[in-house]
DNA sequence: AATTTATCCAACCGCCTATGC
DNA sequence: CGCATAGGCGGTTGGATAAAT
């Protein structure tokens, strides 16, 4: 019953592991002057000890002439971390958009780079929206008590400056949590639906990050031979998510403080950073009795709250 | 300087889908 | 229609290297 692997146990003496330069070679040689035709034969002909699916991985991700080398500039990694906002894990996919770039290189880039960034930012890398388990909140009680001691010992050390930007970010995204699931369980018993809820752009910065149906994709990035242009793709790229700084997210702390004790950083609000605020205002305005910290207490340690996604 | 730990990424593995017979 | 096979995809592994202790 069913289908035998790719390489049979009769293939058990082909070469595995890293390829040597010499097969690289023989590849390259037969490929170009034969092209890759059938992948399975393909080893027999070119005089190498391989499966056939290792000859085309190896084409595929490695000697492939227009492969881009390098590290994934900012742009790639924006246009990674939306389009798998919008597409998930389909790295084939992906990399449709990112031409020269392979989807195993797209997927290592997402493993050990955006998926990090992304956890450190709070954020769960597969649904991309803000972390709703309570150890993030141990981190954020944590980070915090490292920012204030840090800051009465050294104020100007830059570790204790890194913390205290992280715990801007990690309450930045607490703030967000609790405003979407809040505003989400509010307007579901309001409209009988969870599905939205009127302040979803205006906390998001109505990104496409949090759309339901894929983002359009600009006509452009549809053939991968054509290349892309940067300016079109700045309308499909999410601008907040990953390129926010420890210095904005110091400045948006500092913003909810005293303004007068904050003299020393340059106020520059990012319009996602004054919307968020403004919302966290109209919240706070909105809501200000003791019952509300309960009700959020009581939602985020209920097992059957609708925090716990 | 030696050892341990973390990070990166090429390559493999197993499953799914498309295609041809 | 059912089966066999090749191609393709996503998840995972393991070796090489860098960084930390």
């Not at 049979?8 to 690289?24: F, M, V």
């Not at 084939?92 to 031409?99: D, N, Q, V």
């Not at 597969?126 to 980070?143: I, V």
């Not at 949590?177 to 009988?192: F, Y």
Request: proline share 6%; glycine share 6%.
């Amino acid at each position: 019953m069913g289908r035998s692997p790719c390489c049979s146990s009769d293939d058990a003496n082909l070469k595995k592991g890293p390829w040597t330069p010499e097969e690289d070679e023989k590849l390259l040689d037969y490929i170009n002057t034969h092209g890759h035709g059938n992948w399975k034969t393909l080893p027999k002909h070119a005089g190498l000890n391989r499966c056939g699916k290792s000859c085309r991985l190896r084409w595929a991700n490695y000697l492939r002439p227009d492969i881009k080398r390098g590290r994934f500039s900012e742009e790639e990694e924006r246009l990674i971390v939306n389009l798998h906002s919008t597409l998930g894990n389909k790295w084939s996919k992906i990399a449709t958009y990112l031409p020269g770039r392979t989807d195993n290189e797209i997927k290592n880039f997402w493993n050990t780079h955006i998926r990090k960034k992304l956890l450190n930012m709070g954020l769960d890398p597969n649904t991309h929206k803000p972390r709703t388990d309570l150890n993030h909140l141990l981190n954020l009680t944590q980070l915090i008590c490292a920012a204030q001691l840090g800051s009465l010992m050294n104020p100007w050390e830059s570790s204790a400056l890194k913390v205290q930007a992280d715990a801007a970010q990690l309450l930045q995204n607490l703030i967000q949590t609790l405003n979407t699931n809040q505003l989400s369980t509010i307007t579901a018993g309001l409209m009988g639906s969870q599905k939205s809820y009127p302040y979803e752009g205006l906390i998001n910065g109505t990104s496409s990050l949090y759309a339901d149906e894929p983002a359009p994709v600009p006509q452009k990035f549809h053939s991968m031979s054509q290349g892309y242009e940067s300016a079109d793709m700045s309308d499909f790229l999410i601008s907040e998510l990953v390129s926010e700084s420890p210095e904005t997210a110091t400045t948006s702390m500092n913003q909810m403080g005293d303004d007068k004790t904050n003299t020393n950083h340059s106020s520059t609000m990012s319009p996602a950073d004054t919307s968020m605020f403004q919302a966290w205002e109209k919240l706070m305005g909105d809501e200000t009795d003791s019952s509300f910290w309960k009700d959020i207490l009581d939602l985020t340690s209920s097992p059957s709250s609708p925090i716990q996604r």
